[in-house]
């Protein structure tokens, strides 16, 4: 009862985690529409110093409600899966993909554009689950792989573009995706692993036990042969 209860406890913190970051991006937003402003400065501007601090805010500002809403659900789901099964490196992880994909959006980026939204960090996240649960080959994680597949699945045609000029920042995308799967490869000893079945453990547990019941076997012949004598000299 009391792991149930730490494990319900860690999932309700997972989800409230989660939760909050959304809360704080949607009131940007709303900020945003309700001030009649233009937060895009706050965009990453590739290849540029004043873009640099787009890295951190770029997943704070969206261009529409559509955006807002399709980045917001994706990033509760997959931020929830990443801190309630990958606790120990879950920190680092978030953190990690939040700022390399920004920084490389930075340097991959079209020049004389402003990247917007948390599209990047919805990718990285995908990815990093995706492959981890390859990686590590362990049943529970596999599963979530192929949940985030069926999901978001399609999220792999939208890491080139399909447009001379597209609007859609294929590569905040791309960006995202390299950095999830690079985050995978590097922390995949670390974490949950698949558990390790030591055969000869098990061989040598099941040798003692054998010669543990010979011993009680020959513990009881001796106790028996014990009264047998001790009986006709009472008589």
Known sequence: MPQFTSEKRH???SIL?????IIVISLVFLLEKGLG????FLGVQPRHLNGLQGIVGMIFVHASLEHLFNNCFALFVLNTVLFYFYRELADKVFLLSWLLSGFLLWIIGREGSCHVGASG?????????????????????IAITFIVIFLYGNMIWHVFPWQVHDPISWEGHLSGALVGIVLAVIFRHEGPQRPVKD???DEETEEERDLAEYAESFEVEGEKSKLEEVTPDQE
């Open 11 to 13: 999932f309700m913190d």
């Open 17 to 21: 985690l989660s939760a909050g970051l």
């Open 37 to 40: 402003a233009d937060f895009s």
């Open 121 to 141: 960090l919805v990718y990285a996240l995908a990815f990093f689950l995706c492959v981890s649960g390859f990686i590590r080959r362990y049943i529970p994680l």
């Open 199 to 201: 055969w000869r453990e």
